[in-house]
Antibody, heavy 120, light 107 residues
């Protein structure tokens, strides 16, 4: 059974870059059956998909965030990472990493989430 | 882009009630539609995938149906543990999108 764990700073200053890492345990991130995604949720609001990466490093991003997002994978560490540049208060949210099944296109395992606050 | 609209936004029901939540797409979509349950402070948990397939371990009182532009999540007999916010999620053209959520409360 996979487990996902987000890590990274909980406080980021405006205009800086938000950086988070998701560590996967229980399965290899190189397993070709899954995509690896980042999803966020502002307090009291709904879920927003940020982007995903395949084990081979192929990425897709939410068009609304595409200009600011980079997702990368480090298979040797069984990790994937998120970078979101030029952050503002609107980027304050709980950030989740999640495993997505390639064939049936839904998220079956999620991290517990990590709150990132953008504030000076 | 395909927009997913859930209704209602908030639903109040009694224990034992049959509950239905609807997710409408802005255009005809394939059946790559999933439903999630989220409790406060927790990550979402998948209930239904591919519109009507029950995820392993999810109680059978949950079911999904629909096609085209309209999909539904039904709870056949509401239990207190079902109090949560429910989201639909669609996958199309390499992109994922979520509905805005339906908050289910006990009457």
């Amino acid at each position: 059974q996979d487990q996902l764990q987000e890590s990274g700073p909980g406080l980021v200053k405006p205009s800086q870059t938000l950086s988070l890492t998701c560590t996967v345990s229980g399965d290899s991130i190189s397993n070709g059956a899954y995509y690896w995604s980042w999803i966020r949720q502002p307090a009291g609001k709904g879920l927003e998909w940020i982007g995903r990466i395949s084990p081979t490093g192929s990425t897709k991003y939410n068009p609304s965030l595409k200009s600011r997002v980079t997702i990368s994978v480090e298979t040797s560490k069984n990790q994937f990472s998120l970078k979101l540049s030029s952050v503002t208060a609107a980027d304050t949210a709980v950030y989740y990493c999640a495993r997505g099944r390639m064939v049936t296109s839904f998220f079956d395992y999620w991290g517990q989430g990590t709150l990132v606050t953008v504030s000076s | 882009d395909i927009q997913m609209t859930q209704s209602p936004s908030t639903l109040s029901a009694s224990v034992g009630d049959r509950v239905t939540i609807t997710c409408r797409a802005s255009q005809t979509i394939n059946n790559w539609l999933a439903w999630y349950q989220q409790k406060p402070g927790k990550a979402p948990k998948v209930l239904i995938y591919k519109a009507s397939s029950l995820e392993y371990g999810v109680p059978s009182r949950f079911s999904g149906s629909g096609s085209g532009t309209e999909f539904t999540l039904t709870i056949s007999s509401l239990e207190p543990d079902d109090i949560a916010t429910y989201y639909c999620q669609h996958y199309n053209n390499f992109l994922y999108s979520f509905g805005q959520g339906t908050k289910l409360e006990i009457k």
